[in-house]
């Protein structure tokens, strides 16, 4: 699938479908630098058998080695769930810009929900986060994708 034309959540919410199809839950990560794709991944712990595969951490390490750094301070993440604690760590630790995430995550995000690792006097990075872009087409591929694996 060709998502040079979409925008960045479009981009991360088509990963997330292509996660879908792949036996993945649908999460897709994108990370921008102005307007260049550095990283465009989806979800693939089943796929590399690595329970550390998100999509968040996986597009960082591809971003990271586009840039040849260990920093993202210039660059903005777009992805289809709130970052879990884990993501949202590796975000403090790259110091990305900026957050665009479609759809809360009550049970295990940990940016609006949960820890709000971001809101920790111990974070030492706090991005600006912006929510609800793209989320009604995210919960419902999250909700469809979770009732089909209990149907199964």
Same mark, same amino acid.
């Given at each position: ?9 479009? @981009? ?13 839950? /649908? ?26 595969? @998100? ?14 750094? &260990? ?21 403090? @630790? ?14 295990? &995000?940990?940016?609006?929900? &949960? ?8 974070? @030492?990075?706090? /991005?600006?986060?912006? &929510? ?21």
């Amino acid at each position: 699938m060709s998502h040079s034309k979409l925008t960045p959540m479009s @981009h991360a919410l088509a990963l997330a479908q292509e996660a879908v199809a792949a036996g993945e839950a /649908p999460v897709g990560a994108v990370i921008m630098e102005g307007q260049v794709v550095l990283a465009a991944e989806r979800n693939r712990m089943r796929a590399l058998n690595d329970p550390t595969a @998100h999509a968040e951490l996986l597009a960082i390490r591809a971003a990271l080695a586009r840039r040849d750094t &260990g920093r993202l301070d210039s660059c903005d993440l777009y992805v289809t769930l709130e970052p879990c604690a884990m993501c949202a760590g590796a975000i403090a @630790h790259t110091r990305l810009r900026r957050i665009y995430f479609a759809a809360e995550d009550t049970k295990s &995000g940990a940016v609006e929900n &949960g820890v709000r690792l971001f809101d920790q006097l111990t974070c @030492h990075h706090k /991005p600006e986060v912006i &929510g609800g872009i793209g989320a009604e087409r995210a919960e419902a591929m999250l909700k469809d994708f979770f009732r089909d694996l209990r149907r199964d």
